[in-house]
């Protein structure tokens, strides 16, 4: 997985294509787990650049991820948009394409997010 673009709640992260990630050798479409993944990620970083602090950290609470089209055997991005960041919780929407064909939809995906302050966070010792 690699950053292609992070702004204040805004991502686009990528996952290059590999043998490795088809799930179905029959229609060789990518693995669902792959892009959920990709999904959870992106949508968690686009909840963590709105923070102030770089230091915070979000864990998922819930999320969905409606599979719309098979995943091709070629690179898949993900582009997150934060919805909401409040005090303890964080919402994302993510949508999922092929760079090659950013008009098709592979999957969205909506996710929630527990954000821990740093101040908050165990001290280590």
Do not use: C, N
Request: without cysteine; proline residues 6%; aromatic residues 4%.
């Amino acid at each position: 997985m690699r950053a292609i673009r992070v702004l204040k709640g805004e991502v686009v992260l990528g996952v290059p294509y590999r043998d490795e990630l088809i799930g179905d050798p029959l229609k060789k479409a990518l693995h669902g787990g792959v892009i959920s993944a990709l999904a959870d990620t992106a949508g968690g970083l686009a909840v963590w650049s709105a923070l102030e602090d770089p230091r915070a950290r979000v864990s998922t609470i819930d999320l969905r991820v409606d599979y719309l089209s098979p995943g091709r055997q070629h690179d898949q991005h993900a582009s997150a948009t934060l919805v909401r960041v409040g005090k303890t919780v964080g919402v994302s929407d993510v949508r999922l394409f092929h760079p090659h064909e950013p008009s098709t939809t592979i999957a969205t995906g909506k996710g929630v997010y527990a954000i821990r302050l740093a101040r908050d966070l165990p001290v280590a010792g």
